[in-house]
């Protein structure tokens, strides 16, 4: 499985966000490009917990829902709401400058991968308690996720 700890699935994902253009079209939800790379963005600063998002989490998505996105080849389905502390037209980072926001999501995605980590992981507000062993394909995913949205 895909991991930021891995150096080429890194760089193979932020190849895909540095192709991204401020105008590149959603093939679902809501989000402009320029919102979703403030929307990863946010999401990694919860995981360093420094951005602070509610939880909206139960038994069943700390455990199954949590194996299924982590563990299995399934793509994460469109429409899955997100919270408001990352949703970009509440909450949410708002866009300032494209290339800007990119270059920060590429600095704070090498940060997310090092080693060893200056802070201890904030539990996801959906999945909870996540290892380092999950961390890692999380981000890959939440990225590959979003960056099909907008078919990169």
């Known amino acids: 499985m895909e991991s930021l700890r891995n150096r080429n699935d890194r760089e193979e994902v932020l190849g895909r ?14 989000m402009s490009a320029h919102q979703m790379v403030c929307h990863l963005n946010d999401s990694f600063l919860t995981a360093f ?10 038994l069943f998505q700390r455990t199954v829902v949590k ?4 563990k299995t080849p399934l793509r994460w389905p469109p429409g899955v709401k997100t919270r408001p502390e990352v949703d970009q037209e509440i909450g949410g980072t708002r866009p300032v400058e ?13 940060r997310f991968a090092r080693e060893p980590r200056e802070f201890a992981w904030r539990p996801h507000p959906t999945f909870g308690v996540l290892t380092d ?15 099909r949205q907008f078919g990169s």
């Open 17 to 30: 966000v540095m192709a991204l253009r401020p105008d590149s079209t959603s093939r679902w939800g809501k």
């Open 49 to 58: 917990g420094e951005k602070e998002v509610s939880p909206a989490t139960s």
């Open 67 to 70: 194996w299924i996105a982590l």
């Open 98 to 110: 494209f290339g800007r926001d990119v270059e920060a999501l590429s600095r704070i995605v090498e």
């Open 133 to 147: 062993e999950e961390r890692m394909p999380w981000g890959y995913l939440h990225m590959d996720h979003h960056l």
